[in-house]
């Protein structure tokens, strides 16, 4: 497999090999989507809570006589079956949405969508990509010139001045190879990798 090498003006200049393991997959639309819904859900807190009827704040007295009104029985204003009541089944904080992906299914998943991005045309390879400053301007400016609105960059070597000009941009994410993950791939419109970061990830997931 080959992928395009850019230069500094985003123009492909030449071809660079890349691992089949990697980039070369056939891709799999129901893995994919299963790593992409297991990493959004495994990113959930759990932390919202729902009162029951027992700690919503009502008085228990009684809201009219057993009988002779006309209405319907009632015991007190904190029935589920009230406006302002509490739940009957209530979501409680200490909830686990985690969902468990095994390894070989990750990596597979993984390489499925660089090899679906490499396809589309949507991936390509840089020699390096550094600012000389902690910069958002320069570092705007310099994926202006490359054609660039939303990119997601995997750099070998995340240095500060890098961190600090992208953190602003919005449609801008850099990462090292160990933390790029399924929803950001899918996400952005081109990824960009250095030379050095697809070796890392040849090891990590091929």
Do not use: C
Not at 13 to 33: C, I, M, Q, W
Not at 40 to 60: F, P, W
Not at 71 to 85: D, E, I, K, V
């Amino acid at each position: 497999m080959q992928l395009e090498l850019l230069n500094e003006q985003g123009q492909a200049t030449s071809k660079v090999d890349a691992p089949d393991t990697l980039f070369g997959r056939d891709y799999n639309e129901a893995l994919v989507h299963q790593i992409v819904v297991a990493f959004q859900a495994n990113a959930r807190q759990g932390t919202r809570a729902q009162l029951d009827r027992a700690m919503v704040k009502h008085s228990t007295k009684k809201p009219w006589r057993q009988k002779g009104t006309g209405r319907a029985r009632a015991g007190m204003t904190s029935s589920p079956l009230w406006r302002g009541g509490g739940r009957i089944f209530p979501n409680s904080p200490d909830e686990n949405f985690t969902q468990k992906v095994n390894k070989k299914m990750y990596r597979a998943g993984m390489a499925a969508i660089f090899s679906q991005l490499a396809r589309e045309g949507r991936l390509a390879v840089v020699d390096s990509l550094t600012v000389d400053s902690p910069k958002t301007k320069a570092l705007a400016a310099k994926f202006k010139a490359m054609g660039l609105d939303s990119v997601l960059v995997i750099t070998d070597q995340l240095d500060d001045n890098l961190l600090l000009a992208s953190r602003n941009l919005i449609n801008v994410l850099v990462v090292e190879p160990r933390h790029a993950d399924p929803l950001a791939l899918v996400h952005f419109k081109k990824v960009l990798v250095t030379k050095a970061a697809v070796e890392q990830l040849k090891e990590m997931l091929a």
